[in-house]
């Protein structure tokens, strides 16, 4: 993805911990400000805000097709899973891998108790592909939550041994997979051009991940804990091989893509800012190797983002294409077709049809 499309070497989450990082990606606001401190557990009575707006809501309500995969951590009430916020559906975990039992849900329905952590890549990226498969060519927000590498890290057999770095080497080897296949997908289905992929982290590492010359990890305030990938693919919107040194965060993603998108702001106000010049002004990036970087080449709980920009719907860095009905080939990463990403992160638009 980075060879193909954007890399930041200047990217920070908004938190060093699972539930409070990912309601900043959804909200644009610091977790602080949504009830969400810290990390929610089970049977927790609370979750992120129900007066938060979140990104998916933004989508809704712009006539986007909303689906949410993997690992949530906002609340798992009712009313605080991801049906409830925006989502059209959800086929995921409530929680972390750590927490026993872990619960495979679609939608709000149980469909086991205590589900296979060894298999949970595989089934989301069957999922996932599949929805976009299946895809009648309306505009759609696909976000994706890898529950891995999280600790335990867990990988299916087809991975696990296979890196020669533990479960957690072997985890995001198959993530990798994962998200090459998904890129393959989009491209199949003929709308890579109209879809803007995202691939980031929650946080850095913990102690069986490396932050590589950053110090400090999952949980801490130094660098080490906030440090993460951000890599984008958007063809024929972003310049293939571009490097951004610009200091960017996960806060500004629902900005931005709100922007992308033509889509409306919420209602409070936002700590993230609008960074989508960073994806067509050469002024705001600068290129470079792509060995460059310091950032962790291990982190934690992967994320990815789609989404497939409405032609017309929103300003575009270019005139948009007029959409494809046609089905070719798709790219992915390191595994799936030669698309090479570093080990965490992925998300795509152009005046977005779709987006993941």
Excluded at 108 to 117: A, F, M, P, Q, V
Excluded at 288 to 297: A, D, E, I, K, N
Aim: proline fraction near 9%; include cysteine.
């Amino acid at each position: 993805m980075a060879a193909a499309g954007l890399r930041c070497t200047k990217y920070n989450s908004a938190h060093p911990i699972c539930s409070a990082s990912r309601a900043a990606v959804l909200t644009g606001r610091y977790g602080l400000r949504c009830n969400t401190t810290g990390a929610f557990g089970p049977h927790s009575p609370t979750g992120t805000s129900l007066d938060e707006t979140l990104l998916s809501n933004l989508f809704h309500e712009g006539s986007y097709k909303t689906k949410a995969f993997g690992k949530w951590h906002l609340g798992d009430a009712p009313e605080y899973l991801p049906t409830s916020r925006g989502f059209d559906s959800f086929y995921g975990v409530p929680y972390s891998v750590d927490v026993k039992p872990l619960p495979l849900l679609r939608d709000k329905t149980i469909l086991e108790e205590e589900t296979d952590r060894d298999i949970l890549t595989p089934r989301y990226t069957e999922e996932a592909v599949k929805y976009i498969q299946q895809n009648s060519g309306d505009p759609f927000f696909l976000y994706l939550a890898f529950s891995c590498p999280h600790d335990p890290a867990r990988a299916s057999t087809r991975f696990r041994n296979k890196t020669g770095f533990g479960y957690s080497g072997d985890s995001i080897a198959e993530i990798d997979w994962s998200v090459g296949e998904i890129l393959r997908a989009v491209k199949t289905k003929g709308i890579a051009s109209d879809t803007l992929v995202c691939f980031t982290s929650d946080h850095g590492p913990w102690y069986q991940g490396s932050p590589g010359a950053l110090r400090g990890r999952k949980a801490s305030t130094f660098e080490g804990g906030f440090r993460v990938p951000f890599v984008a693919q958007w063809p024929g919107s972003i310049h293939p091989g571009t490097v951004v040194d610009t200091w960017c965060s996960s806060l500004d993603i629902l900005p931005t893509l709100s922007s992308l998108c033509g889509l409306s702001r919420p209602p409070k106000p936002l700590d993230g800012v609008d960074f989508s010049q960073i994806f067509s002004n050469p002024e705001s990036r600068s290129s470079g190797s792509l060995g460059s970087t310091s950032v962790p080449c291990e982190t934690v709980d992967s994320t990815c983002i789609a989404s497939e920009i409405r032609n017309g719907s929103c300003a575009s860095p270019r005139e948009p294409k007029a959409r494809s009905t046609s089905t070719t080939a798709p790219p992915a990463p390191d595994e799936a077709h030669g698309c090479s990403i570093p080990n965490s992160t992925t998300s795509s638009a152009i005046p977005p049809k779709a987006t993941m």
